[in-house]
């Protein structure tokens, strides 16, 4: 723990007393649900507590971006509300989500309070997954924290395999494939509508990997210290529809949605038609989870509707089972599912509706579509790595792994090492999501 709250107070010490203090709150509000005399006492509790957690990440993270969307409205009676210097928590996201689902379960009954503030207290702090997750439940780790913590030679070589793993996704997939992203995006309307495409594509493989590589280096660093940390993507893009799709993509706050807000507003259980406003509410919110902006609630929102559809066409047809799927119907869902995806991620990056909109517009051909041709040779590289990545690390989730000890395993390993050091570009990138 305390080497945790040194990796945290690394980038800015102040911060990591606001940790501190969200981690007392919400340990001592576990506690007083636990011991409530009464179905009131503990919704008073939960409430206090839910509200305290919201209160410090809409602070931080939304307060700017109200204030200027209430100031497009006061403009018309020259009022002018000033911003606040505000400095964004990294992490905040992650953590708010985590104590409020330890919380939450205590009031449920799913888990009991910790056992000890220093347990719980890990919990929130423990640095692999500190920064971008994945989001773990308190009934995913505080039983690792009761185990015996015995540095094993298994578990180290097992996670420096994943680790390296996460590595190659982030450095030679994701960075390189940033050099071709950011110019495009930036000035969409000097670029044609297949560069347009290419660069779209390129992103979605960036985001994916960036963010994969992050949670396969937190797996694999938790691994070598004798932790389990759940995986956090399934090979996404393989997807045959967009429910599919949110199964297989960011599992845990997928999970955390699901189980602590579409449930709670009644899930499937309050007829079909809430079940889709459910669905929408959910998306909508968590689009803005993601970011202060316009743009994630719109991509949230979309993702919400495509859900909602996918929902009533298996209402209305039936799902079939996957041994009477043609390969054409398999083939046709799948392509419906990744252009959907596709072009939602424009709003995702894009930062602002003009540029979307634009880039949109040139995709499908609804404005000039003329500009610079740039075929990228980043994505002829990094398409088959990324082939090779996710082979790999659906073997090592099934437990297949390299032996160290021999030749053939040290070879691949000095193998990769040095293809990090050769394709790697000299300017890496910050992880994409350091900034949610």
């Excluded at 956090?232 to 845990?252: A, G, Q």
Aim: aromatic share 18%; glycine share 6%; hydrophobic share 50%.
């Amino acid at each position: 723990m305390v080497a945790s709250y040194y990796f945290y107070a690394y980038w800015d010490y102040r911060f990591s007393f606001l940790m501190l203090a969200m981690t007392l709150v919400n340990y001592y509000v576990g506690l007083k649900i636990e011991g409530s005399p009464n179905s009131k006492s503990k919704n008073t509790w939960l409430t206090g507590g839910v509200v305290f957690n919201l209160s410090v990440l809409g602070f931080f993270k939304y307060f700017n971006f109200f204030i200027g969307s209430l100031n497009v409205v006061l403009n018309n009676f020259n009022v002018k509300l000033p911003f606040l210097e505000i400095i964004l928590l990294i992490g905040i996201s992650f953590i708010t989500f985590e104590v409020m689902s330890y919380i939450i379960d205590i009031y449920r009954g799913v888990n009991k309070s910790a056992k000890s503030f220093w347990d719980f207290a890990l919990l929130v702090a423990f640095f692999p997954h500190l920064i971008a997750g994945p989001i773990l439940k308190p009934k995913q780790f505080l039983p690792e924290i009761e185990k015996e913590v015995v540095i094993k030679w298994k578990n180290i070589s097992y996670g420096m395999q994943i680790f390296l793993l996460g590595l190659v996704r982030k450095v030679v997939i994701a960075d390189r494939l940033a050099m071709f992203v950011d110019p495009v995006f930036k000035t969409p309307q000097d670029y044609s509508s297949i560069t347009i495409w290419l660069a779209v594509v390129a992103y979605a493989m960036q985001i994916y990997c960036d963010f994969c590589g992050y949670t396969d280096m937190a797996i694999g660093v938790a691994k070598c210290l004798g932790f389990d940390v759940p995986k956090n993507f399934d090979v996404p893009y393989i997807s045959l529809s967009v429910t599919e799709f949110w199964r297989r993509w960011h599992i845990s706050l997928s999970n955390w949605l699901r189980d602590y807000l579409y449930i709670s507003l009644g899930g499937n259980r309050k007829g079909k038609i809430r079940q889709y406003c459910n669905l929408l509410i959910v998306m909508l919110l968590g689009g803005l989870w993601h970011g202060a902006s316009w743009n994630f609630v719109v991509w949230g929102g979309l993702h919400g509707v495509a859900l909602a559809i996918h929902k009533i066409y298996l209402d209305l047809v039936g799902k079939k089972p996957k041994n009477q799927q043609s390969y054409l119907y398999s083939f046709g869902a799948w392509l419906l599912t990744i252009i959907f995806v596709l072009v939602t991620w424009v709003f995702f990056r894009a930062t602002d509706f003009s540029i979307s909109s634009l880039m949109v517009q040139k995709m499908f051909y609804l404005t000039n579509s003329e500009g610079i041709n740039w075929f990228a040779s980043s994505l002829t590289l990094t398409v088959p790595i990324l082939i090779i990545c996710d082979y790999v690390g659906t073997q090592l989730n099934k437990g297949v792994r390299l032996q160290l000890s021999t030749f053939r395993g040290l070879f691949v390993m000095f193998f990769v090492m040095l293809g990090l050091l050769f394709l790697a570009p000299q300017n890496p990138s910050p992880f994409i999501y350091f900034q949610f």
